[in-house]
């Protein structure tokens, strides 16, 4: 996920300024007659779960982005706190602000669509602020909050995610952000409930010219979520997604290690590259997870 657009979002908790738009037929969509993706048995034999992160459809609401995601044939969502809700509601945002009537419709959405919303990225950035989102994330059902707070904020954070039985996925941005370095992470959570892990942002990983399987070696028990990405540049700062497979991303690595350790995340497909994209591209990204995920399951 872009940095500076959550630090726009730290900063303003505003709204992004996405194509208002693409509402259609009063958010009417059609989805396609077969998704692309006729299930991940070979990742299911692993327990490892294949979404998206909603961020890869930030162009769009939340609402369209599960429609996306419900086209490629994934059943798991991570979403992001400062995406518009729908084209019918495109004020609302999925935080502890939506009204009740409105979080029917996104359970009911996502229930339709037969997705699990497994997670929401937001800034925990003050106590009052942060036992209202878990307040919300317990009520939603989400397993995790994705977020980088501030170390004087994680005693706090730990209290509220053994009360409200939510983890907390500590995210990483490239540098100079707090948490580029693992190591800083590790300190951060150590002693800590093991409801305090990771999600691991292995694009970014890449592009501090860290190893992914290196740092998986250090991190691993505390695995919680990955945002996903190949690149097509390893150490360098500005590389570009490209498909799970085609890049210098490290993912074949990044799976065997997951394997080896007997982890089961969740992998959330996050795509920087653009705005939006079609569910064609990520079901190539999928084939590959799967393929990899049956070699290592029958290894």
């Known amino acids: 996920m872009s940095q500076v657009t959550r630090r726009e979002f730290f900063a303003r908790t505003a709204a992004m300024g996405a194509a208002a738009g693409l509402a259609g037929f009063g958010g009417y969509h059609v989805h396609a007659a077969e998704p692309l993706v006729?299930?991940?048995?070979?990742?299911?034999?692993?327990g490892?779960?294949?979404?998206f992160s909603a961020y890869s459809f930030r162009a769009l609401t939340l609402?369209?982005?599960?429609?996306?995601?419900?086209?490629?044939?994934l059943r798991y969502a991570e979403l992001f706190a400062w995406q518009?809700?729908?084209?019918?509601?495109?004020?609302?945002?999925?935080?502890?602000?939506l009204s009740t009537a409105l979080r029917a419709d996104l359970?009911?959405?996502?229930?339709?669509?037969g997705i699990q919303m497994i997670a929401c990225y937001t800034g925990l950035d003050k106590p009052d602020d942060a036992k209202a989102f878990f307040e919300f994330a317990a009520e939603m059902g989400f397993e995790a909050i994705v977020s980088e707070p501030a170390g004087t904020m994680l005693d706090t954070v730990e209290k509220l995610a053994d009360q409200y039985k939510v983890d907390l996925a500590l995210h990483n941005h490239?540098?100079?952000?707090h948490y580029w370095n693992p190591e800083t992470g590790l300190a951060a959570l150590q002693g800590r409930s093991g409801r305090m892990g990771f999600c691991c942002d292995t694009g970014h990983w890449c592009r501090c010219e860290l190893e992914p399987a290196e740092v998986l070696k250090k991190v691993g028990p505390r695995v919680k979520t990955f945002h996903m990405?190949?690149?097509?540049?390893?150490?360098?700062?500005?590389?570009?997604?490209?498909?799970?497979?085609?890049?210098?991303?490290?993912i074949a690595e990044i799976l065997a290690e997951v394997k080896r350790q007997g982890i089961k995340p969740y992998f959330g497909i996050e795509w920087e590259r653009t705005a939006d994209s079609e569910p064609s591209l990520h079901a190539q990204s999928v084939a590959f997870f799967e393929k990899k995920a049956g070699e290592l399951a029958a290894g």
């Open 38 to 46: 006729k299930g991940t048995p070979n990742a299911d034999r692993l």
């Open 48 to 51: 490892w779960r294949v979404g």
């Open 63 to 73: 609402f369209e982005t599960l429609d996306k995601i419900a086209d490629t044939g």
């Open 84 to 97: 518009k809700l729908s084209p019918k509601n495109p004020d609302a945002q999925p935080g502890p602000a």
């Open 107 to 113: 359970k009911k959405k996502a229930s339709d669509l």
């Open 174 to 177: 490239p540098k100079p952000s």
């Open 229 to 250: 990405k190949d690149l097509d540049a390893f150490g360098v700062p500005d590389a570009q997604d490209v498909v799970w497979g085609q890049g210098k991303g490290r």
